[in-house]
């Protein structure tokens, strides 16, 4: 049996959320269905499941095979085996919307276990072969160029900076027109990558289009896998994130889950590179603890 993305319940429901921009309206019932009552849907035929959610058959059918199931047959097994789960106790019932007047500890409880189920969701989604094809056109590449406004700028930056550090060159873009400007020079043999939750920041999308135009490998880091920077990238790894709460932006959730995959891109070049990346990064730490010494004199 298929299982479903990531850990029980929770991991179905963000694969829902990741996917719901791309889906109809009637089809995002369905998904919401199974995501919320997957024990409930799993007793249900097609047909219960069409007349329960206003669809029809085709729409059910449809809205599981983008959930990543051949079928319906393959979908119900997965609820059914959730299910189960669930009913074993297995898959903790955990409210994790932040109130205005919780108290920190709570605070603190209800981030952790969001942080988590975010990352196991990502891993649990993350495609293993975009992501080996990306970490060998990264460490063969003449110059990466990475793109990123606002919380991904931040991503950015933590990118191009572990890069720098193992003898890589690397530049981070947040300027929208130096972006432009400096996509124009990338060709073949050089690495675009473009970082954006939502995949429609124009400001992202426009230095990757270019960059693809001149030929660079592109790749596109982002939590909706048919959004609009999909057009141009090469390579797509898809990240997850939570539900937006009014003291839970998206931006904090799609944070955690672009840095697990900027971790796991640095740490498969590092291994790539292994001969250059270690007296590399020793260098580093070497002129850092110099620094360190010098001015505590």
């Known amino acids: 049996m298929k299982e479903i993305f990531g850990s029980p319940g929770g991991s179905l429901a963000a694969k829902v959320r990741t ?16 995501a919320g009552d997957p024990a409930g849907c799993a007793a249900l035929t097609v047909t219960g499941l069409a007349e329960l959610t206003g669809t029809s058959e085709a729409t059910v059918v449809r809205t599981a095979r983008l959930l990543g199931y051949p079928g319906y047959r393959d979908l119900r097994l997965a609820l059914a085996g959730l299910a189960a789960q669930q009913q074993s106790g297995r898959a903790p019932a955990i409210t994790t919307d932040i109130a205005v007047d919780d108290p920190i500890a709570d605070v ?28 060998t056109a990264l460490a063969a590449a003449r ?70 135009e001149r030929g660079a490998t592109t790749v596109a880091i982002t ?10 990238a090469d390579l797509v790894l898809t990240t997850s994130t939570s539900r937006e709460t009014e003291l839970r932006p998206a931006a904090m959730s799609s944070r955690t889950s672009q840095l697990l995959v900027v ?19 020793a260098a580093s730490y070497e002129a850092l603890a110099h620094r360190h010494r010098s001015g505590s004199r």
């Open 108 to 135: 603190v409880t209800k981030l952790a276990y969001e942080e988590q189920q975010t990352l196991a969701d990502t891993a649990a989604g993350l495609d293993t072969v975009q992501l080996g094809a990306a970490v």
């Open 143 to 212: 110059r990466t160029d990475v793109y990123g406004i606002g919380a991904s700028g931040l991503v950015a930056q933590d990118l191009t900076q572990k890069l720098l550090r193992i003898g890589l060159i690397a530049h981070a873009h947040s300027d929208p027109h130096l972006a432009v400007t400096n996509a124009v020079q990338l060709r073949s043999g050089d690495v675009a990558l473009a970082i954006t939750h939502s995949g429609s920041t124009g400001d992202v999308i426009e230095p990757l289009r270019v960059a693809f």
């Open 19 to 34: 996917l719901a921009p791309s889906m109809t309206r009637s089809m995002q019932r369905v998904a919401e269905a199974v």
């Open 263 to 281: 971790d796991c891109l640095f740490v498969g070049v590092a291994q790539r590179t292994y001969e250059t990346a270690a007296p590399a990064l």
């Open 223 to 232: 939590g909706r896998p048919n959004s609009p920077v999909t057009q141009y």
